[in-house]
């Protein structure tokens, strides 16, 4: 039986009450036609107006100062309301002549127009490029809609709103971004321009620099796209200082500038967010509590940031953060269950979210209505030299695999979880225990030191051969108890103190300054965790992660397993451990089983006992598998950590193309996505064949370039140190001196190689074209790099002590006399060019034009105080072992301890980069 018609006007009336109710939640003053009084406030909802013959009444009409905006449609709850559109957009076309006067006018029609039944609001904004109905969670302020007035009134022939103006972003600069970095800004900005669909998805791998993504698409949005303010949610608090310094670091690609010079960025807290906030940083529990109204705490807060309802969160309306406080929400580490109970407070915001994640979900793909705009696997970014791939060491222990049983009548200590407190009792019955209990209800101390004294009785045999130093290693453990128990285990096994392990926990006392001192600190050797440093915390020194508790989330562990991804310049990575050269991979140690879950991919290294030079004879033949294939992909990987500049520059040449690109080759032919699209696209063909042909054609580039693979072979023995153990030596002989006719041998040849490569060598072609001018440390290092493979082997101090033994002078201090960098070489070539009569250490010679220098400029009554001496001082410093400074080098050690470019500034004056060029032109060859 169909609704009477009182029916359906009490369902309308009782729609407007709460449509009333939301107007003035939100500021709006909600008058009737004879009370009028456009001077109550910003915004008037005025009810029942009738618009002109044949257009009805509308139930509300909007002002904002005092100009007419737009409309509202009301209908009864449940009330489908895109069937409703026509209605409205007939009320937004058909004004009175006493009101259109004062209209704005959005191609002959009011611009907002909203349809509303209490419970649902849909928005239609007449001044987007293609005005379509959206669903949002609350009428916005008048304020809000004002900015856009005055937007309309000011800049007319402008797009007013994001949708239209992010189709006229400049070109992004891809100078300072990787490949996946640029594929997902592209992807994310498409998304936009097309609006087909609210959401964006990027899939990318961890430690590919999804953060630095992020930050660079907020700077095009906020400065050319129209958006006004984005929050940006991490997975935990910790991550919030984090993310914040990244955008403290970043350098716009436009000016230079810093992003916080532009832009103000902050945490979320409590309250209303002042107007120049144009990022805020949070957690999404963090952001729920503001919406609730309640106090927002800056500190890690476990209870807080842990928490996790049952149930989805209801929302409530918040005026002082309302829906439309952000244009753009970034959801960084998105497979996190927030999709789920949380999703409350996404949807809660009128704004465009993009989620970044390493590992996509179900959950995740249906949230972001399956609009995955880039995709970069780990594999991918292991490829592209972004991190390092992984080996697996499994510790298996009776105890960890089938549990144990403690016998009745034995005295166990019990411990308090609380207080830690422990009681001695005697158990009245046998106690058996599982494998699952196992450091929750049952902690086995000796389970605890065997799986560490095996690790430490592995480490440098076989998990990280002939090492001698500790790798930075990170111990997951199930709890802060179990973790409590490793960190004193650990420092008992391998008998050092308390500056050797750590727990670093929510509840550790100063976690953050202990993850500092994990990063930066070569004491620091282990750290425990249970959760802070599982998702996103960048430790790029990190070379072992140990499970000791399991994983049953493959996007867990994945983020877990990530920690020790990440890839650092060997010189940084020497500083925290000494005897590490650089870092080609890290291993997973397993002592739980976690990685024979069926999530857990197989690293590229599938096969380590197979050596390059095989595979690289096999792949000349055509005949490796699919395996081998992966394999040799991570040896390539690998080598491309270890090679310098100019012998990566080498190998490309001989390549024809960048050795990089050829492993991104390999990964992609053992793809298990590639190889199914390509036997989905020849069905007539096995599924075997299509595979082998996807395996030829990414090792071709190999198999047909011999000169290529002996290169591989030379430059893979020239960065590999065999240690020998088992042979005794015997001395021979022993001298100061090179022998004199090995020393006219050396030189004659020398002196041959320095004509052969005149043309080739960069370094040789400057001093004997130009005397020296131009040569930067790239050129001496190249040099330095092509004479001491095969077959001359040479060094900078062998060919030194060759002219030495010749009778060559030497001038300079005597403790230089017998060591020697590869700036030297440019003094051993100014003397066969014969600019010096004599070999005078490179150090020396700028040493001495800087004092010159400094002569020079207190005879011009130029004076440097202590500060500018210091800088002056430290730029001589450098040039001296690297034959010249840029401005960039005033950002690295020792400057950034004096505030890098911006102390230069500061303690220099206006002047800095004037006195870097200066110095270079005077101190260099």
Known sequence: MPPIEDDRLAAEQRARVLIDRQLEAAGWSVQDRGALNLFAGSGVALREVIMKPGHGRVDYLLYVEKAVVGVIEAKPVGTPLSGVEWQSAMYAAGLPGDVRKRALDAGGRLPFVFEASGTETHFTNGFDPAP??????????????GRIVRAASEHPQEALTWRGRVGSLPTLEEGHLRPAQIDAIHGIERSLREQQFSRSLVQMATGAGKTYTAVTEAYRLLKWGGFGRVLFLVDRNN????????????RTPDDGRR???????????????????????????????AIQNENVPDDDDPGLD???????VDVTYNPDLPPEAFDLVVVDEAHRSIYGVWRGVLEYFDAHVVGLTATPGKQTFGFFQQNLVSEYTYAESVADGVNVDFDIYRIKTEITENGSTIEAGTFVPKVNRETREIRIEKLDEDLNYASPQLDRAVTAKHQIRLVLETFRDRLFTEIFPSRRTVPKTLIFAKDDNHAEEIVQTVREVFGRGNDFAAKITYSAKDAKGHLKAFRTSPNLRIAVTVDMIATGTDVKPLECVLFMRDVRSAHYFEQMKGRGARTIDPATFRAVTDDAEAKTRFVLVDAVGVTEHEFVEPPLNRDRTMSLKKLLDRAATLNLSEDETATLANRLAALEQQVTQPERAELDAVAGRSLRSIVRALVAAVNPDAQAAAIAADPNRAPSDVVQKLLDVAIRPLASNPELRTRIIELRRAHDQVIDEVSRDSLIDA???????AARETITSWRAYLAAHRDEISAIQLMFDVKGRGIAFGHVNELAERIKRPPHNWTVDYIWSAYLSL????????????????????????????????????????KSRYVNWLARQAQSGVEFNVSQRWWLDKIMQIVAVSAGITAEDLDNAPFDERGGVDGALRDLGDAAGELVEELNRELTA
Do not use: W
Request: aromatic letters at 10%; proline letters at 6%.
């Open 132 to 145: 379509r109905a959206r669903r949002i969670f609350h009428f916005p302020k008048p304020e809000a809609l």
């Open 239 to 250: 991550l919030a200082d984090q993310t914040l310094g990244e955008f403290q670091n970043y």
């Open 259 to 289: 992003f916080t010079e532009l832009y103000n960025v902050t945490k979320l807290t409590r309250g209303r967010m002042p107007d120049s906030t144009k990022v805020a940083i949070s957690t999404i529990q963090r952001v729920f509590k």
């Open 306 to 312: 842990e928490f996790a309802p049952e149930s989805p």
């Open 735 to 741: 001298h100061g001196v090179v022998d004199p006719d």
């Open 807 to 846: 009778g060559v002078e030497h001038r300079g201090l005597a403790e230089t006399r017998n060591r020697h960098t590869a700036t030297d070489l440019i003094s051993l070539l100014r003397y066969e060019t014969g600019i010096d009569d004599a070999l005078i250490p490179y150090a020396d010679l700028v």
